[in-house]
């Protein structure tokens, strides 16, 4: 039973990764834009581009986590 709801929590797919990624880029937007609104000017902005590129840094690492866990299961296939 453990193993059947640990596998919900488990991204196999570049699929899944996006749809990750694409949430985690809307709570990022969000929370950017009510620091534009309490920080008006340009440490709001800074606060915004902050957010934003954590997505981008987050999003990279998932697809590149992807690509070696692939990369790990061809190998043990061949062996």
């Given at each position: 039973m453990f193993g059947m709801?640990?596998?919900?929590?488990v991204i196999k797919t570049n699929w899944e990764a996006y749809l990750i990624i694409y949430a985690l880029a809307l709570g990022?937007?969000?929370?950017?834009?009510?620091?534009?609104?309490e920080y008006p000017g340009f440490g709001g902005k800074l606060l915004f581009l902050a957010c934003t590129g954590a997505?981008?840094?987050?999003?990279?690492k998932i697809l590149d986590c992807l690509k070696l866990e692939r990369e790990k299961q061809a190998l043990a296939a061949e062996a």
């Open positions: 709801v640990k596998r919900l929590f990022a937007v969000e929370r950017g834009s009510k620091y534009l609104v997505v981008f840094l987050a999003g990279a």
